[in-house]
C-alpha cells in the first residue's frame, strides 16, 4: 500500500484518542514500509480545548510533532463557507503560514530557487 510513497504525512489532534490512533498508525506504517520518512502534522493546536500539551504528546507518541496547525475557526469557517482554498481566504493566518512552510518543505521547495519555490506551494495549496 505504502510502496510507492516517498514520503508519508500522519495528521492527529493533540488528544488521548489522537495519541493511541497515532501510535497505533505509526507502527503499521513503520511495518509495513520501514524506510518511508514519515512527518507528524498536530492539526487544531493552540486552542484551550486541545487535550494534551504538545510535549507530554511527543514524549509519549516517542517522536517530535514536525508541523502545527494552529486552530482559527474564523479562517477555517470562512474557507469552508466560500469553498476556497485557506490560503486564499486568509494567508496570513498562523495555519496558513504553517501549510505554506510544510508544503515547501515537503515537496522539496525549499532547494529550489526563491520564486519558484514559493510558486510551488502556492500552486499545491490552491488546487481545487
Given at each position: 500500500?505504502?510502496?510507492?510513497?516517498?514520503?508519508?504525512?500522519?495528521?492527529?489532534e493533540l488528544?488521548l484518542?489522537?495519541l493511541?490512533?497515532?501510535i497505533?498508525?505509526l507502527?503499521?506504517?513503520?511495518?509495513?514500509?520501514?524506510n518511508?520518512?514519515?512527518?507528524?502534522?498536530?492539526n487544531?493546536?493552540?486552542?484551550?480545548?486541545?487535550?494534551?500539551?504538545?510535549?507530554?504528546?511527543?514524549?509519549?507518541?516517542?517522536?517530535?510533532?514536525?508541523?502545527?496547525l494552529?486552530?482559527?475557526?474564523?479562517?477555517?469557517?470562512?474557507?469552508?463557507?466560500t469553498?476556497?482554498p485557506?490560503?486564499?481566504?486568509?494567508?496570513?493566518?498562523?495555519?496558513?503560514?504553517t501549510?505554506?512552510?510544510?508544503?515547501?518543505?515537503?515537496?522539496?521547495?525549499?532547494e529550489k530557487?526563491?520564486?519558484?519555490a514559493?510558486?510551488?506551494?502556492?500552486?499545491?495549496?490552491?488546487?481545487?
Open positions: 500500500m505504502f510502496e510507492a510513497a516517498t514520503q508519508i504525512v500522519v495528521v492527529t488528544t484518542s489522537g493511541r490512533d497515532s497505533r498508525t507502527a503499521k506504517i513503520e511495518e509495513m514500509s520501514p518511508t520518512p514519515i512527518k507528524v502534522v498536530a487544531r493546536t493552540g486552542s484551550t480545548t486541545q487535550g494534551m500539551q504538545l510535549g507530554d504528546f511527543q514524549k509519549a507518541l516517542g517522536r517530535k510533532v514536525d508541523f502545527q494552529a486552530e482559527d475557526h474564523k479562517a477555517f469557517n470562512l474557507a469552508a463557507n469553498g476556497k485557506l490560503v486564499q481566504v486568509d494567508a496570513r493566518c498562523k495555519a496558513s503560514k501549510l505554506q512552510r510544510a508544503v515547501t518543505i515537503l515537496d522539496g521547495s525549499k530557487a526563491g520564486g519558484e514559493r510558486k510551488s506551494w502556492r500552486d499545491w495549496l490552491k488546487r481545487k
